[in-house]
């Protein structure tokens, strides 16, 4: 799975409610990056490994979409995958519950506004 994360900002693209058409996107050195706003595009621009070195191991979870370092998370296995999670007990519950919901928001299956259903960036990103 590609990561949905701003490579400036570091914000989750699904938390923000930005879909996957139209992205705003550039590609450097052959991989494709994904942002929230022509703003962090620019940026990113100045200073393309710097930005990626940030994000190299950060996790979206799946509940909250918060980003997180990897060395700060919590596993669990779902259908032989691990995901990988915040450390709040009250996300891994959540998702046990109902891990199909979560996986499909993530994956950008389901609508999903975004959690402030307005952004700082590009609402023409969002659409």
Do not use: H, W
């Not at 519950?97 to 993530?106: A, C, E, M, S, V």
């Amino acid at each position: 799975m590609k990561l949905k994360i701003c490579p400036t900002c570091g914000c989750s693209l699904v938390r923000l409610g930005i879909k996957s058409t139209p992205r705003l996107s550039i590609k450097y050195k052959d991989q494709d990056y994904f942002f929230c706003c022509q703003g962090c595009i620019e940026q990113f621009q100045n200073n393309e490994e710097k930005y990626i070195a940030e994000i190299k191991n950060l996790i979206i979870c799946p509940v909250c979409l918060a980003e997180k370092p990897e060395n700060q998370v919590v596993s669990i296995l779902y259908n032989e995958r691990n995901f990988l999670f915040c450390r709040c007990p009250q996300c891994v519950l959540e998702f046990k519950k109902n891990p199909g919901y979560f996986i499909d928001r993530l994956n950008e299956k389901i609508p999903y506004k975004g959690v402030f259903e307005i952004s700082c960036c590009n609402d023409s990103v969002k659409k």
